[in-house]
């Protein structure tokens, strides 16, 4: 089908949208498929935080029971964390490290000991980085299973 121009001349009604099928493609796939890889790649670096947090805990609280005092308990247990939140891409220093219990002596036998990590996480990209606390804690009994 033919329609005229005022100036130009005839012009088939298809030749001026010729190529927008690809821009509106290319304008779509921006549109849906890079926020949706930021928040995909966000919640797998939040995962392995966690992941990591845990981890770190854990291995505080072994590193804690396994200690003859509580100075050494409290020194081996932050170690042990730093080095396992390291393997997940964690930095966990002595001030993510919490060790409480209710008593004066904390390596006292049957004394209840909460071993806790948190660290921030920052997840998103350019504007949207924003850092999300993540927590762990784990409780054990000195001279008694955990």
Sequence with gaps: ??????????????????????????A??????????????????LESAVVGVHGAVQMASRAYLAASSDAVGRFA?????????????LLIDDTAVRISCPSA???APGTTVTVAVE?????????LVRAVPVRAARTIVIGGAA
């Design 119 to 127: 660290v921030p996480v920052h997840v998103g990209a350019g504007a």
């Design 77 to 89: 247990a932050v170690r042990s964390a730093a080095i396992a939140g390291r393997n997940h891409g």
């Design 105 to 107: 002596d904390c390596h």
């Design 28 to 45: 779509i796939v921006v549109g849906l498929l890079v926020p949706l890889t930021i928040g995909v790649v966000a919640l797998a670096q």
């Design 1 to 26: 089908m033919w329609r005229w121009r005022a100036t130009i001349g005839p012009v088939a009604t298809g030749a001026r949208e010729a190529g927008n099928a690809v821009v509106e493609y290319v």
